[in-house]
């Protein structure tokens, strides 16, 4: 059997790609919190932002969020990164208030997360212990996990990051960071394995689809954009948009309309790419920062970044790239969600971790009501 690592020192190194460290806190801004009722054993601190946000504060160790049409409620990995907890905590949201609506306890902790296409399943990596777990949201049931044992070349095993579900293959798709990455591609059924994609770049970061193209994008820390056929696996293609220069690429959007593809920078470069999905040429860099998740919404045209060393969510114009609004969200927003119609976005706002590995404060999540 082959031992599992100290999940403190595996948190220490893949901290950055996970978007786990950050600046000193600062004060949030403060406003008139709404009067909501709180649930049985929760704080239900609110507050408004200066632009007028809806925030709330959850729990320490907060990660990815995601919207599911399935019941209308917003979900949040958290890992509940505190002293003497162990396991994690999916948390339901009402989307309008961030009220808790429900709770799933888990004996692993939550890092990120993917839906199925009807939003009744959960897909969760639980990059600790090197595993993927399988959520029922009907009845708040863990369906099934299958755990990783492959390391790198460096000897550490891998760490499971982003997830996405392709409809178009039924296939479930999970990054491991590790030396070089790998990228699994799972049975959503049975939580098996189909096939691992290998040699993958070094730290295995962001995946996005394009199912008209049959494609799979991945983003590594070799500064690579990795072009992947769903229907052979096969990485056919790897751009550089930074040429030789050192980059950390991490997350990724795609708008199929003007086949422009977006690749943020937050350590590096400090930027984000735009290139022509058609050749990986690049039509220009965003000057916008620190770049950390990012979002494309079409019903709007409008590209959401986040920048966790300004501690701030950029509204930009799709087509010119105008800056539109600047929401101050500090001390570090992590992870961005639409809901169904595009009308709100909602942001995962992390804080620093202590010396020893810990949150230092309760993370927060944000509904940000789009212009």
């Given at each position: 059997?082959?031992?599992?690592?100290?999940?403190?020192?595996?948190?220490?190194?893949?901290?950055?790609?996970?978007?786990?460290?950050?600046?000193?806190?600062?004060?949030?801004?403060?406003?008139?919190?709404?009067?909501?009722?709180?649930?049985?054993?929760?704080?239900?601190?609110?507050?408004?932002?200066?632009?007028?946000?809806?925030?709330?504060?959850?729990?320490?160790?907060?990660?990815?969020?995601?919207?599911?049409?399935?019941?209308?409620?917003?979900?949040?990995?958290?890992?509940?990164?505190?002293?003497?907890?162990?396991?994690?905590?999916?948390?339901?949201?009402?989307?309008?208030?961030?009220?808790?609506?429900?709770?799933?306890?888990?004996?692993?902790?939550?890092?990120?997360?993917?839906?199925?296409?009807?939003?009744?399943?959960?897909?969760?990596?639980?990059?600790?212990?090197?595993?993927?777990?399988?959520?029922?949201?009907?009845?708040?049931?863990?369906?099934?996990?299958?755990?990783?044992?492959?390391?790198?070349?460096?000897?550490?095993?891998?760490?499971?990051?982003?997830?996405?579900?392709?409809?178009?293959?039924?296939?479930?798709?999970?990054?491991?960071?590790?030396?070089?990455?790998?990228?699994?591609?799972?049975?959503?059924?049975?939580?098996?394995?189909?096939?691992?994609?290998?040699?993958?770049?070094?730290?295995?970061?962001?995946?996005?689809?394009d199912p008209a193209q049959h494609r799979l994008y991945a983003a590594n820390g070799d500064g690579e954009v990795l072009v992947i056929d769903?229907?052979?696996?096969?990485?056919?293609?790897?751009?550089?948009?930074a040429g030789d220069a050192k980059a950390l690429l991490l997350n990724l959007a795609f708008d199929d309309k003007t086949q422009r593809l977006?690749?943020?920078?937050?350590?590096?470069?400090?930027?984000?790419?735009?290139?022509?999905?058609?050749?990986?040429?690049?039509?220009?860099?965003?000057?916008?920062?620190?770049?950390?998740?990012?979002?494309?919404?079409?019903?709007?045209?409008?590209?959401?970044?986040?920048?966790?060393?300004?501690?701030?969510?950029?509204?930009?114009?799709?087509?010119?790239?105008?800056?539109?609004?600047?929401?101050?969200?500090?001390?570090?927003?992590?992870?961005?969600?639409?809901d169904a119609d595009g009308s709100h976005l909602y942001v995962t706002v992390k804080t620093p971790f202590t010396p020893d590995r810990f949150?230092?404060?309760?993370?927060?999540?944000?509904?940000?009501?789009?212009?």
């Amino acid at each position: 059997m082959i031992p599992r690592p100290n999940p403190l020192l595996l948190l220490a190194r893949t901290a950055l790609l996970l978007a786990a460290c950050g600046l000193s806190s600062t004060a949030f801004a403060t406003g008139e919190a709404p009067q909501l009722p709180p649930a049985p054993g929760d704080a239900q601190q609110y507050q408004l932002t200066q632009e007028g946000a809806l925030r709330r504060e959850l729990s320490p160790g907060i990660y990815q969020v995601r919207y599911s049409p399935f019941n209308q409620s917003l979900y949040v990995a958290a890992a509940e990164a505190r002293p003497g907890v162990q396991g994690g905590v999916i948390y339901q949201l009402d989307p309008e208030t961030l009220a808790t609506k429900g709770l799933i306890h888990t004996d692993e902790k939550n890092f990120g997360l993917a839906l199925n296409p009807t939003g009744d399943t959960l897909f969760v990596t639980n990059s600790l212990a090197g595993a993927v777990s399988k959520i029922d949201l009907k009845e708040g049931k863990t369906l099934g996990r299958i755990r990783f044992t492959e390391k790198g070349k460096d000897g550490w095993p891998y760490g499971p990051r982003s997830a996405i579900y392709s409809a178009d293959n039924d296939t479930l798709y999970v990054g491991g960071v590790g030396d070089p990455g790998v990228i699994w591609a799972i049975n959503p059924a049975d939580m098996t394995l189909r096939t691992t994609i290998e040699n993958a770049g070094k730290w295995m970061t962001g995946l996005l689809l394009d199912p008209a193209q049959h494609r799979l994008y991945a983003a590594n820390g070799d500064g690579e954009v990795l072009v992947i056929d769903t229907r052979t696996h096969a990485i056919e293609q790897r751009w550089k948009p930074a040429g030789d220069a050192k980059a950390l690429l991490l997350n990724l959007a795609f708008d199929d309309k003007t086949q422009r593809l977006y690749v943020t920078d937050h350590s590096q470069q400090k930027t984000t790419f735009v290139l022509d999905a058609r050749d990986g040429s690049v039509i220009t860099r965003l000057p916008v920062g620190d770049s950390m998740d990012i979002l494309l919404n079409p019903t709007r045209n409008q590209l959401y970044i986040g920048h966790r060393d300004q501690g701030t969510v950029s509204i930009l114009d799709a087509t010119d790239y105008r800056e539109l609004q600047t929401l101050h969200l500090p001390p570090n927003p992590n992870s961005l969600a639409l809901d169904a119609d595009g009308s709100h976005l909602y942001v995962t706002v992390k804080t620093p971790f202590t010396p020893d590995r810990f949150a230092s404060g309760p993370g927060s999540v944000v509904r940000i009501e789009l212009p």
